[in-house]
């Protein structure tokens, strides 16, 4: 670290530094640099913890960027103890000599920021000079996309979690249709509608009677999503706001609640076009996002407030959420039973089910498995794509395999 300020080498550093956790993905801007350097002139560099908490309180303004702040600044200022806590994580891969860490294991995202700018065909064998074929390009270029398709959004790069927004960008949900109580005319109906025969009749002076036939209307459901932002959820609450804002944008009749230890509408912000706007906004107005979580009083807040203007018409509800309950599940099975009772199908989707060898074993988990009617998971492209499947044909009210999952929710094992 170059302490002399004198010449204003420092004040480029600490510049050189806010670009690198910009690109790592963290909202730092030209204000920001200058509110570093006054709050550092302010409190001094004595001490290397002097400058990381006066940094960390200018650059950090949410829970989930500590993680990608805390290893950008000692890999960037060069802390001498970070290669021994890495290499004490790869103990049981390691034999004989210590090797550096490879860049891999770092943060991906921190990783590409601090990585130097490869040079034009730096890398590439020089003897080779004819260009891959077009057959070949298309080739890798599927092999990526199906590869992003199943990546995890947690071990996504900068780079991939772009390419996965404007993938989640393209989607759309058809509309699934479901046969209401009103009926419109159809000559093929399997309806008589008698009311239209008679008046028919009359015109005619009721020489002749041709059958008027009707048949029930169909309209697609209602959808509600509730999305746990908890700190639990963080690595995966953004995507799932995009896949949640182009479900809006795609068809109407869609009401999205957000929810930590509190429960917020964010439907009417969801409505705009504008992406980034809407995130701005919400942002605003949630309080309690990468906070804990309280899913059993958010249920009761929404059964008791939001339920009767929303779950109309057989609405089809996505519970978004790990199941893990800062109250243990106090008062969550109660919630769960009438919020299944009011709807017509209750979706449950999980990221942890991203691990083969997990059960429903917590304590808000297990309240939630009894009333639930599917449960899947939400950790990569290709667990939306299929749930957008899912969504766009009538299913049976409870999903093939679930009762499964109850009894591993008692055992603890899957079978």
């Given at each position: 670290m170059d302490a002399d300020t004198g010449g204003g080498r420092f004040a480029r550093n600490v510049m050189h530094f806010a670009r690198a956790?910009?690109?790592?993905?963290?909202?730092?801007?030209?204000?920001?640099?200058?509110?570093?350097?006054?709050?550092?002139?302010?409190?001094?560099?004595?001490?290397?913890q002097d400058l990381y908490w006066t940094l960390h309180a200018v650059f950090v303004n949410r829970r989930d960027q500590r993680e990608l702040f805390d290893q950008a600044f000692h890999i960037f200022w060069r802390d001498p103890k970070l290669l021994e806590r890495m290499m004490h994580l790869l103990l049981p891969t390691l034999e004989g000599e210590k090797e550096p860490v490879p860049q891999e294991e770092m943060n991906r995202r921190v990783a590409e920021a601090l990585a130097p700018p490869k040079a034009p065909g730096e890398g590439e064998d020089e003897s080779e000079e004819?260009?891959?074929?077009?057959?070949?390009?298309?080739?890798?270029?599927?092999?990526?996309?199906?590869?992003l398709q199943e990546k995890d959004f947690e071990q996504m790069s900068a780079e991939e979690l772009a390419a996965a927004r404007r993938e989640i960008g393209r989607l759309r949900l058809p509309i699934m249709r479901v046969p209401t109580r009103r009926f419109v005319p159809d000559p093929r109906g399997s309806r008589i509608d008698l009311r239209r025969t008679l008046r028919q009749s009359l015109r005619g002076g009721g020489a002749s009677i041709d059958l008027a036939r009707k048949e029930p209307r169909e309209r697609h459901p209602p959808l509600?999503?509730?999305?746990d932002i908890s700190g639990s959820m963080s690595r995966y609450s953004r995507m799932l706001l995009l896949f949640m804002h182009a479900i809006t944008n795609d068809r109407d009749r869609v009401h999205s609640f957000l929810f930590g230890t509190?429960?917020?509408?964010?439907?009417?912000?969801?409505r705009n076009?504008?992406?980034?706007?809407?995130?701005?906004?919400?942002?605003?107005?949630?309080?309690?996002?990468a906070g804990g979580t309280r899913i059993g009083a958010c249920l009761k807040e929404f059964n008791q407030v939001w339920s009767r203007r929303v779950l109309g018409q057989g609405a089809v509800v996505l519970l978004i959420t790990d199941g893990l309950d800062r109250d243990a599940g106090l008062g969550l099975a109660a919630?769960?039973?009438?919020l299944h009772k009011s709807c017509r199908r209750l979706i449950w989707l999980n990221p942890l089910l991203r691990f083969d060898a997990y059960a429903p074993i917590s304590t808000g988990a297990k309240a939630m498995i009894r009333h639930v009617d599917d449960f899947r998971p939400a950790h990569n492209l290709s667990s939306l794509r299929d749930l957008?499947?899912?969504?766009?044909?009538?299913?049976?009210?409870?999903?093939e395999g679930l009762s499964e999952w109850v009894a591993a929710s008692q055992t603890g094992v899957r079978a």
């Open positions: 956790l910009r690109a790592a993905g963290l909202p730092v801007g030209p204000g920001r640099v200058l509110e570093a350097l006054k709050a550092l002139e302010k409190v001094g560099i004595e001490s290397r004819e260009p891959p074929t077009v057959e070949l390009d298309a080739i890798l270029t599927y092999s990526a996309r199906e590869m509600v999503i509730l999305c509190r429960l917020t509408n964010v439907t009417r912000y969801l076009r504008d992406i980034d706007l809407a995130l701005q906004q919400i942002g605003t107005l949630v309080k309690d996002w919630e769960m039973e009438r957008t499947e899912v969504l766009s044909h009538p299913q049976a009210r409870r999903a």
